[in-house]
């Protein structure tokens, strides 16, 4: 089985401060880890993917994340951010070599304040 | 990357109508295509997966019977709500996966009244 839990569902920063975002995850095999955002009303778009290459994953936006085995972490970061950047994210992770169905954390509402 | 588009954005209907939502695979095929529903504040719940030309696998505590899913093409997959309720009020998502990335729909905010 594989999870991912997402730390806080509520996280609240100035605009140029420092973002980041916790998720931990739990699998059984060698995981696929990934971040979405979600803007109000709109589907998922996905801000970067980790895929068993380099552990320091770089996405759009100017989001990066890093994928440490021995912490089982794959936090999100941004170092200055933006108002745009509010928003829903979600950690998904699937299985490497089986389905690729993402299973989602709970997401966290990032609130940027001016 | 991949485009999947999903229609309509926003519906309201009256309580016991049916609503059909669609989703296609803009630039690519698509033999699977899973359908989501979110709640406010909450993740992504998979009600199902699409399985073009054959029926669609359910997740536990989804009714088959209220959410109709069809695949008919490769490029087409459609979700029907059939006589809504208000509780079935929602945003329901479609995703497409390709080369083991799920590529997402905007979403159809269902609103019944």
């Known amino acids: 089985a594989q999870s991912v839990t997402q730390l806080g569902s509520h996280v609240s920063v100035s605009e140029g401060a420092l973002v980041l975002l916790r998720c931990n995850y739990s699998s059984s095999v060698p995981p696929y880890l990934f971040w979405y955002v979600q803007y109000p009303n709109q589907?998922?778009?996905l801000l970067l993917k980790y895929t068993s290459a380099a552990t320091l994953v770089k996405g759009i936006n100017g989001f990066e994340a890093e994928f440490k085995k021995s912490e089982t972490s794959f936090h999100l970061t941004k170092p200055s951010a933006h108002m745009s950047d509010a928003a829903e994210y979600f950690c998904a992770v699937s299985k490497s070599g089986g389905s690729y169905i993402p299973t989602f954390g709970r997401g966290t509402s990032l609130i940027v304040h001016p | 990357g991949a485009v999947v588009s999903q229609h309509p954005s926003r519906v309201i209907c009256k309580s016991g109508t049916s609503v059909k939502i669609e989703c296609r695979s803009l630039d690519f095929q698509a033999t699977t295509m899973f359908w989501y529903r979110q709640f406010p504040k909450k993740s992504l719940m998979l009600m199902a997966t699409s399985n073009e030309g054959s029926k669609a696998t359910y997740e536990q505590g989804v009714e088959k019977d209220k959410f109709l899913i069809n695949h008919a093409s490769l490029t087409l997959s459609t979700l029907?709500?059939?006589?809504?309720?208000?509780?079935?009020?929602?945003?329901?998502?479609?995703?497409?996966?390709i080369d083991r990335l799920a590529f997402f729909g905007q979403g159809t905010r269902l609103t019944v009244v």
């Open chain 1, 43 to 45: 589907g998922l778009q």
């Open chain 2, 80 to 97: 029907t709500v059939t006589s809504a309720h208000p509780e079935d009020s929602s945003f329901y998502i479609c995703s497409a996966p």
